[in-house]
């Protein structure tokens, strides 16, 4: 299994960035998958998550409206597009799915929003 995410970067507030999560070693359109996010000095928590067939989603309460998860089970790619963003979404964000008692995470990629 491997998961590699790309999108970061250095935004103003309000403004918007894309991640996206490429998935490989398992057949992707099987699983659910989720976006974590860890900021320095916290512990690591879950932003998103998105059901196998993307029919179900759900998002920490305080990205609720501003941060949209989806997927494309075509091209192994789930992604995390993230609008008006604020200072404290300032982290560091990975990918996750699991599969029976496993988990598995990308390298994760750094936002940070700052004016």
């Known amino acids: 299994v491997q998961l590699v995410e790309s999108g970061g970067g250095l935004v103003q507030p309000g403004g918007s960035l894309r991640l996206s999560c490429a998935a490989s070693?398992?057949?992707?359109?099987?699983?659910?998958m989720s976006w974590y996010r860890q900021a320095p000095g916290k512990e690591r928590e879950l932003v998103a998550f998105?059901?196998?067939?993307?029919?179900?989603?759900n998002y920490a309460d305080s990205v609720v409206g501003r941060f949209t998860i989806s997927r494309d089970n075509d091209k192994n790619t789930v992604f995390l597009q993230m609008n008006r963003l604020k200072p404290d979404d300032t982290a560091v964000y990975y990918c996750?799915?699991?599969?029976?008692?496993?988990?598995?995470w990308g390298q994760g990629t750094q936002v940070t929003v700052s004016s």
């Open positions: 998105i059901s196998s067939a993307g029919g179900n989603t």
């Open positions: 070693g398992f057949t992707f359109s099987r699983y659910a």
């Open positions: 996750h799915t699991s599969r029976a008692i496993y988990d598995y």
